[in-house]
């Protein structure tokens, strides 16, 4: 049980950083979807998260690799329409803080993701 709550809050802040421009593409929802599977929710579940997106607060997880998995996925999910914007960016800068990283490693990873699709 303690696990699939750890896969139910890493989906929640995928959400909330999905949601953080205002609105949801294909590709971010095609993202959530694939997650949402992995974590096992139901479809019920993430209907409800992705109707109160908006109102999603962050919450940090304890384990280290969870906390840098989190913030991977967080860029990701911010850049994977092919850009990221500035209200995206500052959430991702904003979990870094909370999960105790720098901005150095967002923009590392951001670079990273936009030099892997650039291929």
């Not at 999905?18 to 294909?26: I, M, P, R, S, V």
Request: aromatic share 8%.
């Amino acid at each position: 049980m303690p696990e699939r709550k750890v896969k139910l809050e890493h989906f929640k802040n995928l959400v909330a950083v999905a949601a953080a421009d205002g609105y949801l593409n294909f590709r971010e929802r095609e993202f959530l979807s694939e997650r949402a599977q992995e974590a096992g929710l139901e479809t019920e579940e993430i209907d409800r998260l992705l109707l109160d997106a908006h109102q999603l607060q962050y919450m940090v997880p304890f384990n280290q690799i969870e906390r840098e998995e989190q913030l991977n996925d967080a860029v990701f999910m911010s850049i994977i329409d092919g850009e990221i914007a500035d209200s995206e960016y500052k959430l991702c800068l904003s979990i870094a803080q909370k999960l105790g990283f720098e901005k150095s490693l967002v923009d590392n990873m951001v670079d990273e993701v936009k030099r892997i699709w650039s291929r």
